[in-house]
């Protein structure tokens, strides 16, 4: 018998990543326009030394409700022959005359961790990209210029840089593994972009959160403290531990990632790749964000103190937040704010949740 032809779509999306947090707003958005959405996810397994620290392991929670509607492949951005798998096969869902869009999400994404598993870092965030980049360019001339692509990079990337605002012109001045590796993979996409006339694009995207933000990120672990000490109030059971925090002092530019995800779908649109910023325009210091999140959760804090000796009490003098060594980093960005007027001009995007108060109201 002869085996029945898969059917072929005009706009289908390939997305590494799509297990977190932009990935599954991004898989929502493209459904939401008809798109085909083929998701990378990896195998099973443990990597030595990481498992406890990172995402490592396939948990499609926060795209379980999305499974019937999306195709699933395996692969890793460790393993070339696997990303080019999942290329070929996206290819082949592809109507001839349509188009495959490339969202390179995938990372190991949190900062403090790649101090501690550098290589890895490297490997996924930057070797991994030109394993991906190379796979594209082995395509077919006629294929090639079918993709797209879209690689996720990071604010992170301007690191201690005096220039304020931040914008596509800013020289990065990365201060972390993270960082490093993330200015590797952006500069190979310029490369490749420039060298082999290949539609690539960077997205420097500043913090980006929601409520499906890790639990290990400043944010998530300072709504789910929030969220701890509203059960223990409200049942009137004992005061949880204070939440433990490094350094309070650092300034972010935070935005909710669900508006942000339309970003990088509007990069992919314009006729001609180019890189863009994607930003609210203002900064607030990790304090204001603690602050906030436990005032909207009715609790008034006072600061006292300096350095890893300050602490945050409530309106009924209960220690709720206080600073501890072990969670400043070896080097630290203590600035970022965002300029994405070239987003709001070309792609005419910009964030509706622009303010701290906003943002943590999304997260609680």
């Known amino acids: 018998?002869?085996?029945?032809?898969?059917?072929?779509?005009?706009?289908?999306?390939?997305?590494?990543?799509?297990?977190?947090?932009?990935?599954?707003?991004?898989?929502?958005?493209?459904?939401?326009?008809?798109?085909?959405?083929?998701?990378i996810v990896r195998r099973n397994y443990h990597v030595v030394g990481i498992v406890r620290r990172t995402s490592v392991l396939y948990n499609t929670t926060r795209i379980d409700h999305l499974r019937k509607r999306i195709q699933l492949v395996y692969g890793d951005m460790t393993d070339g022959p696997s990303l080019a798998s999942a290329l070929t096969s996206a290819l082949a869902s592809t109507a001839p005359e349509g188009r495959l869009e490339i969202y390179n999400l995938a990372a190991q994404s949190h900062v403090a961790v790649?101090?501690?598993?550098?290589?890895?870092?490297?490997?996924?965030?930057?070797?991994?990209?030109?394993?991906?980049?190379?796979?594209?360019?082995r395509l077919s001339l006629a294929d090639r210029q079918r993709i797209r692509l879209y690689q996720a990079g990071t604010s992170e990337m301007f690191g201690d840089t005096a220039v304020r605002p931040q914008n596509e012109s800013t020289p990065f001045q990365p201060?972390?593994?993270?960082?490093?590796?993330?200015?590797?993979?952006?500069?190979?996409?310029?490369?490749?972009?420039?060298?082999?006339?290949?539609?690539?694009?960077n997205g420097i995207l500043f913090n980006h959160e929601s409520p499906r933000r890790g639990a290990n990120f400043v944010t998530m672990k300072t709504i789910n403290a929030v969220k701890r000490h509203v059960t223990a109030r409200d049942q009137g059971d004992p005061p949880p531990p204070p939440l433990e925090?490094?350094?309070?002092?650092?300034?972010?530019?935070?935005?909710?990632?669900?508006?942000?995800?339309?970003?990088?779908?509007?990069?992919?649109?314009?006729?001609?790749?180019?890189?863009?910023?994607?930003?609210?325009?203002?900064?607030?210091?990790v304090r204001e964000f603690v602050t906030e999140a436990f005032r909207q959760a009715g609790f008034e804090l006072e600061w006292s103190g300096e350095g890893v000796e300050e602490r945050a009490v409530d309106q009924g003098g209960v220690e709720r937040v206080r600073v501890s060594e072990r969670y400043f980093r070896p080097t630290e960005v203590p600035y970022l704010l965002g300029d994405a007027?070239?987003?709001?001009?070309?792609?005419?995007?910009a964030p509706a949740t622009t303010t701290l108060e906003g943002m943590v109201r999304v997260m609680l």
């Not at 790649?114 to 796979?135: D, H, I, Q, R």
């Not at 972390?176 to 539609?199: D, E, F, N």
């Open 1 to 39: 018998m002869t085996e029945a032809p898969k059917p072929q779509h005009p706009r289908v999306a390939l997305i590494t990543g799509i297990t977190g947090q932009d990935g599954s707003y991004l898989a929502e958005l493209l459904l939401s326009k008809n798109y085909h959405v083929v998701g």
């Open 114 to 137: 790649s101090y501690e598993v550098p290589e890895y870092t490297m490997e996924v965030n930057a070797l991994g990209v030109l394993k991906l980049l190379e796979a594209i360019r």
């Open 175 to 201: 201060v972390s593994p993270y960082a490093a590796a993330k200015v590797y993979a952006h500069q190979l996409v310029t490369l490749y972009r420039t060298a082999y006339g290949l539609h690539l694009v």
């Open 245 to 285: 925090l490094g350094n309070l002092n650092s300034q972010r530019d935070w935005g909710y990632a669900k508006e942000y995800v339309e970003g990088m779908w509007r990069m992919l649109q314009a006729e001609n790749a180019d890189d863009y910023v994607l930003a609210t325009g203002q900064t607030h210091t």
């Open 341 to 349: 007027t070239k987003a709001r001009k070309r792609l005419g995007w």
